[in-house]
């Protein structure tokens, strides 16, 4: 009875083994040239299709229609962010479909199967920036332009303001501090160049490339005199 019992757990032990092994095997040999599931290329989902499935899915979206918000120069000044944002298109870049489901594949396929079956359960959306690229150099080049119009100032020093007033027959004058601003002026070369390779890596963001000149003269050195009033 005993023997029985044992034969009969053995081989319960192999079936399940062998299902497992198959199931395994044959998931592994099914998802080979698959992206994983939970996956997006930009706003198209990609998740489960083959390398053709999602070339042929994707091809049909534009560069300004791919991408899951806008891209950005941006400027940063101590605490503060500014982002000039436009469209691929505004930047003479266009969308590489089949680069773009390659990019996907490979990402999906470094988590492994004990990752691809964690990702098959959860609910978590994963998407992977499109491969844009440059194609009108003169696009790229105005857009930048266009920016550095907003940025670029010269330095200006601090200054004394001297306000007169008049009341009855007192006249008299104040004096008022100008704050000093710093000079900025994009680097428009450096500024492309690193925004065209932004682009290609599936960045959504480029910094601005700056030029920074400093006032001869700041509020600083203006507040140490002890008194302007005296000033010739």
């Known amino acids: 009875m005993k023997k029985n019992t044992m034969i009969r757990l053995v081989s319960l032990i192999l079936i399940f083994g062998a299902v497992a092994l198959g199931v395994f095997y044959g998931d592994r040999y099914y998802m080979e040239e698959r992206i994983f599931s939970g996956y997006y290329i930009g706003k198209a989902y990609v998740g489960g299709l083959t390398r053709q499935e999602a070339v042929s899915k994707v091809i049909t979206f534009e560069a300004d229609r791919i991408i899951e918000k806008p891209l950005a120069l941006v400027l940063e000044e101590k605490a ?18 089949e680069e773009s489901v390659d990019r996907a594949i490979e990402i999906s396929h470094r988590q492994g199967y004990l990752g691809r079956l964690y990702s098959g359960l959860g609910k978590k959306e994963k998407h992977i920036s ?103």
């Open 80 to 97: 503060r962010l500014t982002r000039y944002e436009f469209k691929p298109s505004q930047a003479g870049a266009k969308f590489f479909p």
């Open 130 to 232: 499109p491969v844009l690229r440059v194609a009108d150099e003169n696009m790229l080049r105005a857009l930048v332009t266009q920016v550095a119009s907003y940025v670029d100032g010269e330095a200006v020093d601090a200054r004394f303001i001297v306000s007169w007033y008049s009341k009855g027959a007192a006249t008299g004058y104040n004096i008022f501090l100008a704050a000093h601003k710093t000079g900025k002026h994009v680097k428009q070369d450096e500024t492309q160049l690193l925004l065209k390779n932004s682009l290609e890596q599936g960045a959504y963001e480029s910094a601005l490339i700056m030029d920074i000149k400093q006032p001869k003269i700041t509020e600083s050195m203006l507040r140490q005199i002890p008194c302007p009033k005296d000033i010739g």
